[in-house]
T-cell receptor, first 115, second 109 residues
């Protein structure tokens, strides 16, 4: 298995531009999570999906952030317009119930810099 | 109150010593407990999970869980410089994970 695949690995953009982050979860995993990590706040859950349906988006910081999961193998996180304070590493993770716990695997992350 | 609390450190131990990392959680409904290791610039990777009271050993790693005290710890025996990383404690409640902010560990050769 290739694991959770995220793209791009690095993104540098100017303030005000639209940014789209992409994620391909592990096949067979029915949960997908988007996290943001900064030194100050650690790992923050932004939104998660179950069977492609958004379940909890209470962590999305504001309306500039949106996420979609059109099918079981693809999800996007979009920021429009981007701001310097959005600079962070964004992780996608997927999981499934193993019988004793949720097997939870992170992608390699996208390092976003907004200048 | 945060769901998961960790001492941010940094924690420094000499090579060969035992490193002890601690974590407390607030929700008694927590079901499973995880330790992730994150090297600088990398994604978190799962190293241990535990869901029953007591100890669980895997190689040089031992996870300890005390549900009455809402406390979970990770012991690393014979610490190596390659163990230098940030260790994240996570708690599974329902189908969500709640992460602590992590403890930075440095193993000094």
């Amino acid at each position: 298995d290739a694991g959770v695949i995220q793209s791009p690995r690095h993104e540098v953009t100017e303030m005000g531009q639209e940014v789209t982050l992409r994620c391909k979860p592990i096949s067979g995993h029915d949960y997908l999570f988007w996290y943001r990590q900064t030194m100050m706040r650690g790992l923050e859950l932004l939104i998660y999906f179950n069977n492609n349906v958004p379940i909890d988006d209470s962590g999305m910081p504001e309306d500039r952030f949106s996420a979609k999961m059109p099918n079981a193998s693809f999800s996007t996180l979009k920021i429009q317009p981007s701001e310097p304070r959005d600079s962070a590493v964004y992780f996608c993770a997927s999981s499934r119930w193993t019988g004793t716990s949720y097997g939870y695997t992170f992608g390699s992350g996208t390092r976003l810099t907004v200048v | 109150q945060k769901e998961v609390e960790q001492n941010s450190g940094p924690l420094s131990v000499p090579e060969g010593a035992i490193a002890s990392l601690n974590c407390t959680y607030s929700d008694r409904g927590s079901q499973s407990f995880f330790w992730y290791r994150q090297y600088s610039g990398k994604s978190p990777e799962l190293i241990m999970f535990i869901y029953s009271n007591g100890d669980k050993e895997d190689g040089r790693f031992t996870a300890q869980l005390n549900k009455a005290s809402q406390y979970v710890s990770l012991l690393i025996r014979d610490s190596q410089p390659s163990d230098s990383a940030t260790y994240l404690c996570a708690v599974n409640i329902g189908n969500q994970f709640y992460f602590g902010t992590g403890t930075s560990l440095t193993v000094i050769p």
